[in-house]
Protein backbone atom coordinates (compact mmCIF):
# COMPACT_ATOMS: atom_id res chain seq x y z
CA UNK A 1 0.00 0.00 0.00
CA UNK A 2 1.56 3.00 -0.89
CA UNK A 3 2.08 5.71 1.78
CA UNK A 4 1.64 9.47 1.28
CA UNK A 5 3.37 11.77 3.56
CA UNK A 6 2.17 16.17 4.18
CA UNK A 7 4.97 17.59 5.10
CA UNK A 8 4.04 20.85 7.01
CA UNK A 9 7.13 23.12 7.31
CA UNK A 10 7.58 26.00 10.36
CA UNK A 11 6.46 29.18 8.15
CA UNK A 12 7.52 32.91 9.68
CA UNK A 13 5.17 35.30 10.29
CA UNK A 14 2.39 35.61 12.32
CA UNK A 15 1.14 32.63 14.08
CA UNK A 16 -2.61 33.01 13.45
CA UNK A 17 -1.97 33.39 9.59
CA UNK A 18 0.18 30.44 9.31
CA UNK A 19 -1.98 28.02 10.92
CA UNK A 20 -4.71 29.43 8.81
CA UNK A 21 -2.81 29.04 5.42
CA UNK A 22 -2.02 25.49 6.60
CA UNK A 23 -5.41 24.78 7.39
CA UNK A 24 -6.51 26.08 3.87
CA UNK A 25 -3.95 23.73 2.15
CA UNK A 26 -4.68 20.75 3.78
CA UNK A 27 -8.61 21.60 3.41
CA UNK A 28 -8.12 21.93 0.22
CA UNK A 29 -5.69 18.36 -0.38
CA UNK A 30 -8.25 16.78 1.93
CA UNK A 31 -10.94 17.89 -0.77
CA UNK A 32 -9.31 16.04 -3.53
CA UNK A 33 -8.37 12.79 -2.19
CA UNK A 34 -11.18 12.89 0.71
CA UNK A 35 -9.71 11.38 3.88
CA UNK A 36 -7.89 12.17 6.48
CA UNK A 37 -4.60 11.22 8.03
CA UNK A 38 -3.24 7.66 9.69
CA UNK A 39 -0.96 9.77 11.65
CA UNK A 40 0.74 12.73 12.59
CA UNK A 41 4.22 12.80 13.21
CA UNK A 42 7.22 15.41 14.92
CA UNK A 43 10.95 14.78 13.87
CA UNK A 44 13.30 16.46 15.88
CA UNK A 45 16.93 16.15 16.86
CA UNK A 46 17.05 14.00 19.86
CA UNK A 47 19.63 15.90 21.63
CA UNK A 48 17.56 19.12 21.59
CA UNK A 49 18.12 20.08 25.28
CA UNK A 50 15.47 23.12 24.56
CA UNK A 51 12.54 23.65 22.47
CA UNK A 52 11.02 27.12 22.88
CA UNK A 53 7.58 28.45 23.84
CA UNK A 54 6.98 29.39 20.51
CA UNK A 55 8.12 25.75 18.95
CA UNK A 56 5.69 24.16 21.46
CA UNK A 57 3.04 26.43 20.84
CA UNK A 58 3.69 25.63 17.20
CA UNK A 59 3.58 21.94 17.46
CA UNK A 60 -0.14 22.12 19.45
CA UNK A 61 -1.26 24.30 17.23
CA UNK A 62 -0.99 21.45 14.35
CA UNK A 63 -2.52 19.05 16.61
CA UNK A 64 -5.43 20.97 17.03
CA UNK A 65 -6.26 21.25 13.61
CA UNK A 66 -7.13 17.67 13.42
CA UNK A 67 -10.06 16.00 15.65
CA UNK A 68 -8.07 14.48 18.12
CA UNK A 69 -7.73 14.58 22.07
CA UNK A 70 -4.26 17.39 22.17
CA UNK A 71 -2.97 15.30 24.70
CA UNK A 72 -2.65 12.49 22.58
CA UNK A 73 -1.90 11.08 18.85
CA UNK A 74 1.85 12.17 18.07
CA UNK A 75 4.41 9.96 16.98
CA UNK A 76 7.43 12.05 17.75
CA UNK A 77 10.92 10.98 15.69
CA UNK A 78 13.99 11.53 18.15
CA UNK A 79 16.67 11.86 14.97
CA UNK A 80 20.57 11.66 15.81
CA UNK A 81 19.68 9.31 18.64
CA UNK A 82 22.89 7.67 20.27
CA UNK A 83 22.74 6.26 23.58
CA UNK A 84 19.92 6.45 26.84
CA UNK A 85 16.88 8.27 26.57
CA UNK A 86 16.64 11.19 24.27
CA UNK A 87 16.87 14.71 25.85
CA UNK A 88 13.91 15.75 23.93
CA UNK A 89 11.61 13.63 25.83
CA UNK A 90 12.57 15.70 29.31
CA UNK A 91 11.76 19.02 26.79
CA UNK A 92 8.19 17.58 25.55
CA UNK A 93 7.17 16.13 29.12
CA UNK A 94 8.30 19.80 31.22
CA UNK A 95 5.68 21.40 28.61
CA UNK A 96 3.27 19.15 29.34
CA UNK A 97 2.95 17.49 26.09
CA UNK A 98 1.45 14.05 27.27
CA UNK A 99 1.11 10.61 25.40
CA UNK A 100 2.84 10.62 22.27
CA UNK A 101 4.83 8.03 21.03
CA UNK A 102 8.58 7.63 21.14
CA UNK A 103 10.95 6.26 18.30
CA UNK A 104 15.00 6.69 18.60
CA UNK A 105 16.46 6.66 15.20
CA UNK A 106 19.63 8.04 13.77
CA UNK A 107 20.02 8.14 9.95
CA UNK A 108 23.75 8.54 9.96
CA UNK A 109 23.95 4.51 9.14
CA UNK A 110 21.54 4.70 6.41
CA UNK A 111 24.72 7.08 4.04
CA UNK A 112 27.23 4.87 5.54
CA UNK A 113 29.46 1.59 4.25
CA UNK A 114 28.33 -1.28 7.00
CA UNK A 115 30.52 -1.01 9.61
CA UNK A 116 30.74 -1.74 13.18
CA UNK A 117 29.90 1.19 14.11
CA UNK A 118 26.90 1.90 11.94
CA UNK A 119 25.59 -1.92 12.75
CA UNK A 120 23.74 -0.82 15.82
CA UNK A 121 22.17 2.18 14.24
CA UNK A 122 20.77 -0.12 11.63
CA UNK A 123 19.64 -2.27 14.15
CA UNK A 124 18.06 0.72 16.26
CA UNK A 125 16.15 2.15 13.07
CA UNK A 126 15.11 -1.04 11.86
CA UNK A 127 13.24 -1.99 15.44
CA UNK A 128 11.93 1.37 15.93
CA UNK A 129 10.10 1.20 12.18
CA UNK A 130 9.09 -2.26 12.69
CA UNK A 131 7.20 -1.04 15.91
CA UNK A 132 6.00 2.53 14.66
CA UNK A 133 4.39 -0.01 11.39
CA UNK A 134 2.58 -2.10 13.68
CA UNK A 135 1.63 0.87 15.52
CA UNK A 136 -0.01 2.52 12.29
CA UNK A 137 -1.87 -0.54 11.89
CA UNK A 138 -3.76 0.33 14.98
CA UNK A 139 -4.59 3.66 14.73
CA UNK A 140 -7.87 5.74 13.84
CA UNK A 141 -7.39 7.85 10.93
CA UNK A 142 -8.09 11.57 12.17
CA UNK A 143 -10.13 14.11 10.10
CA UNK A 144 -9.45 17.68 10.04
CA UNK A 145 -11.53 19.96 12.23
CA UNK A 146 -14.99 21.47 10.15
CA UNK A 147 -13.82 25.19 11.54
CA UNK A 148 -10.91 26.51 14.10
CA UNK A 149 -13.45 28.58 15.56
CA UNK A 150 -14.78 27.65 18.85
CA UNK A 151 -18.69 27.04 20.71
CA UNK A 152 -19.14 30.42 21.86
CA UNK A 153 -19.82 30.18 26.11
CA UNK A 154 -23.95 29.94 27.23
CA UNK A 155 -25.49 33.04 27.82
CA UNK A 156 -24.96 32.97 31.06
CA UNK A 157 -21.42 32.25 31.14
CA UNK A 158 -20.80 35.20 28.26
CA UNK A 159 -22.87 37.49 30.54
CA UNK A 160 -20.43 36.83 33.29
CA UNK A 161 -16.85 37.31 30.92
CA UNK A 162 -18.11 40.16 29.58
CA UNK A 163 -19.00 41.86 32.86
CA UNK A 164 -15.13 40.62 34.36
CA UNK A 165 -13.80 42.71 31.15
CA UNK A 166 -15.86 45.31 31.56
CA UNK A 167 -14.88 45.77 34.96
CA UNK A 168 -11.56 44.82 34.43
CA UNK A 169 -10.50 47.90 31.51
CA UNK A 170 -11.35 50.74 33.68
CA UNK A 171 -8.34 49.30 36.45
CA UNK A 172 -6.05 49.08 33.78
CA UNK A 173 -6.41 52.34 32.93
CA UNK A 174 -6.31 53.55 36.42
CA UNK A 175 -2.85 51.44 37.09
CA UNK A 176 -1.88 52.86 33.53
CA UNK A 177 -2.13 56.68 34.68
CA UNK A 178 -0.47 55.40 37.88
CA UNK A 179 2.66 54.02 35.86
CA UNK A 180 2.79 57.23 33.42
CA UNK A 181 3.45 59.23 36.51
CA UNK A 182 5.88 57.59 38.18
CA UNK A 183 8.19 57.20 35.32
CA UNK A 184 7.43 60.66 34.65
CA UNK A 185 8.31 61.51 38.21
CA UNK A 186 11.54 59.39 37.93
CA UNK A 187 13.13 61.30 34.49
CA UNK A 188 11.99 64.50 36.41
CA UNK A 189 13.90 63.79 39.36
CA UNK A 190 16.75 62.53 37.23
CA UNK A 191 16.78 65.36 35.00
CA UNK A 192 16.75 68.04 38.01
CA UNK A 193 19.35 65.98 40.69
CA UNK A 194 21.24 68.77 40.91
CA UNK A 195 18.99 71.52 42.26
CA UNK A 196 17.25 68.75 44.50
CA UNK A 197 21.00 68.01 45.74
CA UNK A 198 22.12 71.90 46.53
CA UNK A 199 18.43 72.97 47.42
CA UNK A 200 16.63 70.05 48.92
CA UNK A 201 13.78 70.33 46.96
CA UNK A 202 12.69 70.86 43.73
CA UNK A 203 8.46 71.98 42.58
CA UNK A 204 7.59 70.89 39.27
CA UNK A 205 3.56 71.39 37.31
CA UNK A 206 2.48 68.53 35.54
CA UNK A 207 -0.73 67.83 34.03
CA UNK A 208 -2.39 65.04 35.62
CA UNK A 209 -5.32 62.77 33.80
CA UNK A 210 -7.98 61.07 35.83
CA UNK A 211 -10.62 58.67 34.68
CA UNK A 212 -13.63 59.58 35.93
CA UNK A 213 -16.90 57.62 36.17
CA UNK A 214 -20.03 59.05 34.26
CA UNK A 215 -23.24 57.00 34.95
CA UNK A 216 -25.79 57.17 32.70
CA UNK A 217 -29.40 59.12 32.23
CA UNK A 218 -32.02 56.92 32.69
CA UNK A 219 -33.54 55.61 29.84
CA UNK A 220 -29.89 55.59 28.40
CA UNK A 221 -27.63 52.90 27.20
CA UNK A 222 -24.45 52.09 25.28
CA UNK A 223 -23.12 49.27 23.22
CA UNK A 224 -19.52 48.80 24.26
CA UNK A 225 -17.53 46.10 22.53
CA UNK A 226 -15.53 43.97 24.78
CA UNK A 227 -13.45 42.49 22.49
CA UNK A 228 -12.24 45.93 20.63
CA UNK A 229 -13.06 47.94 23.86
CA UNK A 230 -15.01 50.50 22.27
CA UNK A 231 -18.43 52.25 22.50
CA UNK A 232 -19.73 51.26 19.29
CA UNK A 233 -23.57 52.93 19.95
CA UNK A 234 -23.72 56.08 22.92
CA UNK A 235 -27.24 56.92 23.16
CA UNK A 236 -28.25 53.05 22.58
CA UNK A 237 -32.13 52.57 23.33
CA UNK A 238 -31.24 48.92 23.91
CA UNK A 239 -30.76 48.11 27.34
CA UNK A 240 -30.52 44.02 27.66
CA UNK A 241 -27.11 42.37 26.57
CA UNK A 242 -29.30 40.11 24.57
CA UNK A 243 -31.04 42.20 22.68
CA UNK A 244 -28.26 43.74 21.30
CA UNK A 245 -28.10 42.16 17.80
CA UNK A 246 -31.01 44.94 17.13
CA UNK A 247 -28.79 47.70 17.98
CA UNK A 248 -28.61 50.30 15.23
CA UNK A 249 -25.18 49.54 15.13
CA UNK A 250 -25.15 45.99 13.68
CA UNK A 251 -26.14 44.33 10.80
CA UNK A 252 -27.03 40.74 10.23
CA UNK A 253 -25.59 40.25 13.62
CA UNK A 254 -22.35 42.11 13.02
CA UNK A 255 -20.89 44.95 14.18
CA UNK A 256 -20.30 48.00 11.87
CA UNK A 257 -18.46 50.18 14.00
CA UNK A 258 -15.86 47.52 15.42
CA UNK A 259 -12.82 47.07 13.31
CA UNK A 260 -13.31 43.53 13.10
CA UNK A 261 -16.93 43.54 12.95
CA UNK A 262 -17.11 41.49 15.93
CA UNK A 263 -20.18 39.43 16.52
CA UNK A 264 -23.08 41.35 18.16
CA UNK A 265 -23.05 38.93 21.70
CA UNK A 266 -19.76 40.41 22.23
CA UNK A 267 -21.09 43.71 22.79
CA UNK A 268 -22.40 44.84 26.45
CA UNK A 269 -24.52 47.45 27.96
CA UNK A 270 -22.75 49.17 30.95
CA UNK A 271 -24.67 51.53 33.46
CA UNK A 272 -22.07 54.28 33.02
CA UNK A 273 -19.27 55.67 30.73
CA UNK A 274 -15.85 56.42 31.75
CA UNK A 275 -14.48 59.46 30.49
CA UNK A 276 -10.72 61.69 30.96
CA UNK A 277 -10.39 65.06 32.63
CA UNK A 278 -7.39 66.69 33.26
CA UNK A 279 -5.79 69.21 35.86
CA UNK A 280 -2.49 71.00 36.26
CA UNK A 281 -0.97 70.12 39.47
CA UNK A 282 2.25 71.47 41.26
CA UNK A 283 4.27 68.88 43.17
CA UNK A 284 7.45 69.17 45.10
CA UNK A 285 10.16 66.03 45.37
CA UNK A 286 10.30 66.91 49.16
CA UNK A 287 6.68 66.52 49.24
CA UNK A 288 6.41 62.72 47.61
CA UNK A 289 9.55 61.90 49.18
CA UNK A 290 8.24 62.92 52.91
CA UNK A 291 4.65 61.30 52.53
CA UNK A 292 6.72 57.89 51.39
CA UNK A 293 8.88 57.97 54.28
CA UNK A 294 5.74 58.97 56.75
CA UNK A 295 4.35 55.90 55.66
CA UNK A 296 7.52 53.85 55.76
CA UNK A 297 8.37 55.21 58.73
CA UNK A 298 11.81 55.78 57.29
CA UNK A 299 14.57 58.36 55.76
CA UNK A 300 15.79 57.95 52.82
CA UNK A 301 18.52 59.35 50.21
CA UNK A 302 17.85 60.26 46.57
CA UNK A 303 19.28 56.74 45.25
CA UNK A 304 17.25 55.18 47.62
CA UNK A 305 14.06 56.65 47.23
CA UNK A 306 14.46 56.33 43.07
CA UNK A 307 15.35 52.73 43.56
CA UNK A 308 12.06 52.52 45.48
CA UNK A 309 10.42 54.31 42.60
CA UNK A 310 11.75 51.93 40.34
CA UNK A 311 10.41 49.42 41.95
CA UNK A 312 7.01 50.57 42.00
CA UNK A 313 7.54 50.66 38.33
CA UNK A 314 8.03 47.09 37.78
CA UNK A 315 5.02 46.26 40.50
CA UNK A 316 2.72 48.41 38.33
CA UNK A 317 3.69 46.79 35.09
CA UNK A 318 3.50 43.39 36.31
CA UNK A 319 0.07 44.29 37.84
CA UNK A 320 -1.47 45.39 34.75
CA UNK A 321 0.28 42.38 32.58
CA UNK A 322 -1.41 40.08 34.42
CA UNK A 323 -4.95 41.75 34.56
CA UNK A 324 -4.58 41.85 30.48
CA UNK A 325 -3.69 38.31 30.48
CA UNK A 326 -6.77 37.35 32.04
CA UNK A 327 -8.63 39.79 30.05
CA UNK A 328 -7.21 38.03 27.02
CA UNK A 329 -8.15 34.58 28.16
CA UNK A 330 -11.60 35.93 28.92
CA UNK A 331 -12.41 37.33 25.40
CA UNK A 332 -10.32 34.01 23.98
CA UNK A 333 -13.23 32.13 26.50
CA UNK A 334 -16.23 34.82 24.81
CA UNK A 335 -15.36 33.82 21.36
CA UNK A 336 -15.08 29.90 22.52
CA UNK A 337 -11.51 29.87 20.66
CA UNK A 338 -9.10 29.22 24.10
CA UNK A 339 -7.85 26.09 22.92
CA UNK A 340 -7.91 27.22 19.61
CA UNK A 341 -4.58 28.64 17.46
CA UNK A 342 -6.56 31.29 16.96
CA UNK A 343 -6.42 32.25 20.78
CA UNK A 344 -5.50 35.52 21.01
CA UNK A 345 -2.45 36.41 22.83
CA UNK A 346 -1.85 39.22 25.74
CA UNK A 347 0.15 41.65 22.78
CA UNK A 348 -3.02 41.40 20.41
CA UNK A 349 -5.31 42.48 23.53
CA UNK A 350 -2.85 44.99 23.72
CA UNK A 351 -2.73 46.11 20.35
CA UNK A 352 -6.87 45.98 20.35
CA UNK A 353 -6.69 48.38 23.66
CA UNK A 354 -3.90 50.91 22.17
CA UNK A 355 -6.33 50.46 18.76
CA UNK A 356 -8.98 51.56 20.55
CA UNK A 357 -7.30 54.84 22.23
CA UNK A 358 -6.28 55.94 18.75
CA UNK A 359 -9.80 55.52 17.30
CA UNK A 360 -11.06 57.40 20.81
CA UNK A 361 -8.84 60.11 21.39
CA UNK A 362 -9.54 60.71 24.67
CA UNK A 363 -7.86 62.93 26.72
CA UNK A 364 -4.33 61.56 27.22
CA UNK A 365 -4.52 58.81 24.68
CA UNK A 366 -0.92 59.92 23.54
CA UNK A 367 0.48 58.84 27.36
CA UNK A 368 -1.36 55.74 27.45
CA UNK A 369 -0.39 54.28 24.27
CA UNK A 370 3.38 55.13 25.17
CA UNK A 371 2.73 53.07 28.55
CA UNK A 372 1.13 50.70 26.29
CA UNK A 373 4.29 49.95 24.47
CA UNK A 374 6.34 50.15 27.83
CA UNK A 375 4.48 47.11 28.68
CA UNK A 376 4.85 45.45 25.60
CA UNK A 377 8.65 45.64 25.93
CA UNK A 378 8.47 44.49 29.62
CA UNK A 379 6.68 41.61 28.73
CA UNK A 380 9.14 40.65 26.32
CA UNK A 381 11.28 40.56 29.27
CA UNK A 382 10.00 38.81 30.84
CA UNK A 383 9.54 35.95 27.56
CA UNK A 384 13.36 35.72 27.55
CA UNK A 385 14.37 35.69 31.03
CA UNK A 386 12.07 32.33 31.48
CA UNK A 387 12.85 30.87 28.09
ZN1 LIG B 1 -15.60 44.87 18.52
ZN1 LIG C 1 -27.68 50.70 19.75
ZN1 LIG D 1 -19.05 46.98 17.92
Known amino acids: ?93 SYNVQNY ?48 EGTPPTLEKSEILKLDIAELHPEVNEDLAKLEETMSNVETFIDHKDEIMSDGDFSFTIEEIKQTKQPLQPGIHVTNCMNCFFTCHE ?56 KYEEEKGKILEFDDYLEHLDNEIKGLLDRIRRKIDRITEYKNELRGIEKSPLAGSINDTIDDMINAERRKKEKGYEKRIKMFLELKKHSKLIRIERQ
Open 101 to 148: ESYTVNWSAFFQESSEFSSPFWKMNVSSFDEFFSQLRTLTPKTLRRTL
Open 1 to 93: MPLTFIDIPRMHGPKKEQILKIYEQLKHIFSSYGQGVDCICFVAPANNVNLSHDEVDYIQSILYLFQTDLSTDMHCFHTFADAGQPCLRSVLD
Open 235 to 290: KCGIPDDDGKKDCSSMRDGYCMVCTDHCIWSAHKNTPYTFHYTSVQVTKSYKELKT
